[in-house]
Every structure is written in structure tokens, then in C-alpha cells.
């Protein structure tokens, strides 16, 4: 069991960019509440400030580099001593750059790295400054149950990263390449969401119908070896786990769309 930090110290995230990153922020807060900090509802109770970016765009970029200035100005007014951090896809891709260009960031923690974010922020609050960036093939935060509030509709992760390194997309580059959760996890997760009452769940991925879990990877698993599951199974599964769930799915690519995923949705 994990040793909690003994800290009163609040926690407010700012999410920026797509659903994934929505997700990832639930992700977060559920990390940081299990080492003992507590999350603010606004960001004048909280004396850490994460913001969680995005990096599609130019335009997306520039609304952080604007949101760090503000905050810069709000932050320095305080007596007490504050954190920002900067999380997300834009610190995987301008990693040391957003330090040494902004003295107010204390933290630069990439998608893969989120496990690390309780004890950079303690170091951070004794003034040591990190960056946590490094790309992992396994990383998908299996274990972690993502903090919902909405009780009505639930984000759902089934795969990280892709792998089709498209000429204008720089998802490979800041969310590594693709890899799926364990099918009986997702079906489990599932399952809990309907028994707590939950309408809808979305399932996420970076190009979501190219999920593919091979059991061949779990030593633990009793299902046959090298048995590989794609996503129309996945999904009809998913309906079934949840009859009375609305399930959906996004973000999904054209080039992974196959008549067995059509057969699937039309039933």
C-alpha cells in the first residue's frame, strides 16, 4: 500500500483539447486524492495549479502560453508559496523549453508520466524544478480508476498513443505509439459504471477502432493464448456488459473501419 503524503496542499486542473484529455485529467485527480491531496473547486482555494494541454494546433498552444501569463500575474500576488505545472501534450512536445521560457512553471509532466506527479509537486514546493517526459509502450493506467463527478456519463480509455504518424498530426510524437487496455478490464469498468447508475459511456482512444489486446501479453490471463481481440468485439461485448447503457466511441480513423465494426453497430 501506498504511503500517502501528509499534505493539506489543493490541487486545481484546467483542461484544455479533446476528450482524451478530459479523461486523463480524472485520471490525475484520482492519483493525486490517493497521495493525500485534496482537490480545490475553484482556482483561488488551491495553491497547485495544473494545466492540462493540448498541442493540435498553433492556436491551441498560444492559449496556454496567454493562460500562463494571467496566472503568472494572479500567482505572484499570493503570500503563500504556489505551484503550476504544465501536463498534457504541450509538455511532451516543448518539454525543458516550457521551464527555461516561463520562470513561474515548476513542472513539466508529459501523458505517460502522470504517476509521478505527487512527488514532483512535493519536490517542487522545496523549490526543486522537473521535467517528466519519456514516453513508455505500456503505460495505459490500467490500475486507476479515474475520478468521475457527472454520475450520468463516463469517459472510458480503451487505448493510448497511435501509430499512423499522419503529416499534420503530432499525436504519435506527444502520446507515443498505440497500445490497448485489457479487454476484461474495460469490460469490468463497464459493468461498474452500469451498477452505479451511469446512461452513457464513451469508450476513447486516439484512433479508437484500431484497438487490439492480444492475450499472448497476459501471463495471468485463463483465456487462450495469442487470442486476439478487436474492437467490433470489444464493443458488442461492451453493449452487452451494459444493455441498458447508450454506448459510443470516439475519436475513430476511416482507415480502420471494417464491415464486421458496420455489422456490429447496426444490430
Known amino acids: 500500500m501506498k504511503e500517502k503524503q501528509n499534505t493539506q496542499h489543493k490541487l486545481y486542473i484546467e483542461t484544455f483539447g479533446c476528450q482524451m484529455n478530459l479523461s486523463d485529467t480524472q ?8 497521495a493525500g491531496y485534496l482537490l480545490a473547486s475553484t482556482i483561488d482555494e488551491a495553491d497547485i495549479i495544473l494545466l492540462n494541454t493540448c498541442s493540435v494546433r498553433d492556436n491551441a498552444e498560444e492559449k496556454i502560453h496567454n493562460r500562463i501569463e494571467t496566472l503568472f500575474h494572479l500567482l505572484k500576488k499570493r503570500k503563500n508559496k504556489n ?8 509538455a511532451e512536445r516543448l518539454q525543458k523549453n516550457l521551464l527555461t521560457s ?9 501523458p505517460d508520466e502522470y504517476r509521478k506527479l505527487p512527488e514532483l509537486i512535493k519536490l517542487a514546493f522545496e523549490g526543486e524544478k522537473n521535467v517528466a517526459v519519456n514516453l513508455g509502450s505500456t503505460e495505459a493506467y490500467n490500475d486507476i ?4 463527478t457527472d454520475e450520468i456519463s463516463a469517459w472510458l480509455s480503451i487505448m493510448r498513443g497511435c501509430n499512423n504518424f499522419c503529416s499534420y498530426c503530432v499525436v504519435p510524437y506527444t502520446r507515443g505509439r498505440e497500445r490497448s487496455r485489457p479487454f476484461n478490464a474495460i469490460i469490468e469498468e463497464v459493468r461498474q459504471l452500469a451498477e452505479k447508475g ?3 459511456v464513451t469508450l476513447l482512444g486516439q484512433n479508437v477502432n484500431s484497438y487490439c489486446y492480444n492475450y499472448g501479453n497476459d501471463d495471468n490471463s485463463q483465456t487462450e493464448k495469442n487470442t486476439e481481440i478487436r474492437f467490433p468485439f470489444l464493443l458488442e ?3 452487452k456488459a451494459a444493455p441498458n447503457m447508450r454506448i459510443r466511441f470516439l475519436t475513430s480513423h476511416p482507415m480502420d473501419l471494417s464491415l464486421e465494426l458496420v455489422e456490429v453497430i447496426a444490430i
Open 27 to 34: 485520471i490525475v485527480q484520482s492519483i493525486m486524492l490517493d
Open 83 to 90: 505551484i503550476l505545472g504544465i501536463i498534457g501534450c504541450m
Open 102 to 110: 516561463n520562470q513561474i512553471v515548476s513542472i513539466v509532466v508529459g
Open 145 to 148: 480508476i479515474p475520478l468521475r
Open 198 to 200: 451511469f446512461s452513457e
Open 237 to 239: 461485448e461492451v453493449a
